[in-house]
T-cell receptor
């Protein structure tokens, strides 16, 4: 039973399209995150939600819009995709106490052509 | 200056070797520290937390020096299966804050 699951695993799309990535966790965690890992392998936080409320919003183009319908789900919608959006997007969740670290989903490899 | 800095390597070591990775962080307010492991084309997975007194988990030993803002990971008796990227991670808070990741250090263990 997957703890943090995200779909799709791979996404290839043309510039200008709109796409969504879905994430669900069954760990009972209160906090969920989206991270982006670029071609240089840096993992950078994009957004964080705690109990459906946005608590972290890093400098991300407003073409990226997260949505959390409940604390077990955090989806990411991307409008007007650009070549530079190509990356691996990881969803993660954690307990409120960060001493236990994060649990990551398996990632969505997005390629914009 | 990057918030978390690591030597990207790669480190190429034979099986059975001992290898050490270092990491420095810039924010003296950092409170929690971790080492994560990421296999090729996989998600990062928590390897171990790092405590001020130092801690050990089998062949892995982590150390923290708050005064020097320095974290280390020692792997003894390296196995082929230890080949991965090792990510140094810090967080400023202890509740629903962000984890800040280093670039990672690539380790390859060869026969």
């Amino acid at each position: 039973d997957t703890a943090v699951s995200q779909t799709p695993k791979y996404l290839v799309t043309q510039m200008g399209n709109d796409k969504s990535i879905k994430c669900e966790q069954n760990l009972g965690h209160d906090t969920m995150y989206w991270y982006k890992q670029d071609s240089k392998k840096f993992l950078k936080i994009m957004f964080s939600y705690n109990n459906k409320e946005l608590i972290i919003n890093e400098t991300v183009p407003n073409r990226f819009s997260p949505k959390s319908p409940d604390k077990a789900h955090l989806n990411l919608h991307i409008n007007s995709l650009e070549l530079g959006d190509s990356a691996v997007y990881f969803c993660a969740s954690s307990q409120t106490d960060l001493n236990y670290g994060y649990t990551f989903g398996s990632g969505t490899r997005l390629t914009v052509v | 200056r990057k918030e978390v800095e690591q030597d990207p390597g790669p480190f190429n070591v034979p099986e059975g070797a001992t290898v050490a990775f270092n990491c420095t962080y810039s924010n003296s307010a950092s409170q929690s520290f971790f080492w994560y492991r990421q296999d090729c084309r996989k998600e990062p997975k928590l390897l171990m937390s790092v405590y001020s007194s130092g801690n050990e988990d089998g062949r892995f030993t982590a150390q923290l020096n708050r005064a020097s803002q320095y974290i280390s990971l020692l792997i003894r008796d390296s196995k082929l299966s230890d080949s991965a990227t090792y990510l140094c991670v810090v967080t400023q808070g202890t509740s629903y804050g962000k984890l800040t990741f280093g670039q990672g250090t690539i380790l390859t263990v060869h026969p």
